[in-house]
């Protein structure tokens, strides 16, 4: 065969091709190539003393509801608060890292210790440099936190997706939720909001998500930080209706629909 044939030359000419790495357990090493175990939509804002976050504990199996009490935020050092979207395991990876990270920083013993705006920053780092190696970690990341600066305690809200596209926001939200809730977010967020209120604002959002986005359940966790330290608190439900028309006969008055 032709292919054969330039195979030999190739080979002849003392110019081969590096055999491919094996893995511990026997076999090629494996990139995760799509992802198994997900979560859907984080969403955070500022507030008037901090950041606010929240997301559900749902996990899918691919398009199956697998697991019901994923819980995907976590505390960072002092002064930050991560969210995740996307693959669980690639989470955890990540989580791995930022032990690393913070370990490496109290181990400096320098009075000073990383805050939200540096942890985003390696973040963009670590996604970027894995998309550019074509082994993304599948996840869009929000990072927020409560720093003490020149001007005071200042808030730090900021995202990065899995090919390391990163930006700083007063209220962001990944999945699905970066088109069902930053529209309300838009309309109804101030700077000045009060914990009460922003409460109530991301439990609207987490019931449209609830109500249009097949993939998440009814158990949200919230978590706020501010400059005396971060809270996550236990997941609970929100009180729902299913009775509206829409939900009831969702095709009716609908083009072309069956």
Aim: net charge neutral.
């Amino acid at each position: 065969m032709a292919w054969e044939q330039a195979m030999g030359s190739h080979a002849a000419g003392g110019s081969q091709a590096p055999p491919p790495v094996a893995a511990a357990g026997g076999g090629e090493r494996q990139r995760t190539q799509y992802p198994y175990v997900t979560g859907n939509s984080v969403i955070a804002f500022k507030y008037k003393d901090g950041v606010i976050m929240a997301c559900d504990t749902g996990a899918s199996y691919g398009s199956t509801l697998r697991y019901k009490s994923v819980e995907r935020i976590k505390t960072v050092g002092k002064h930050s608060l991560i969210g995740a979207s996307g693959e669980f395991s690639d989470f955890q990876e990540i989580l791995r890292y930022l032990d690393e990270l913070t370990l490496s920083d109290h181990m400096w013993d320098d009075g000073n210790s990383l805050g939200p705006k540096e942890i985003h920053s390696y973040l963009t780092r670590v996604m970027y440099n894995r998309r550019n190696k074509f082994d993304p970690l599948w996840n869009s990341l929000v990072l927020g936190g409560v720093k003490k600066g020149p001007k005071g305690d200042e808030k730090y809200l900021g995202m990065v997706n899995m090919i390391g596209t990163h930006f700083e926001e007063n209220h962001v939200a990944t999945g699905f939720g970066n088109h069902m809730a930053i529209p309300i977010l838009r309309d109804e967020w101030r700077e000045d909001l009060t914990f009460e209120e922003a409460v109530k604002l991301v439990e609207k959002c987490l019931l449209v998500l609830l109500y249009r986005d097949r993939s998440s359940i009814n158990k949200f966790q919230i978590a706020k930080i501010t400059a005396e330290g971060s809270t996550i608190y236990p997941p609970y439900s929100l009180k729902t209706y299913w009775g509206f028309s829409h939900f009831e006969n969702p095709s009716q008055g609908a083009v072309g629909s069956w």
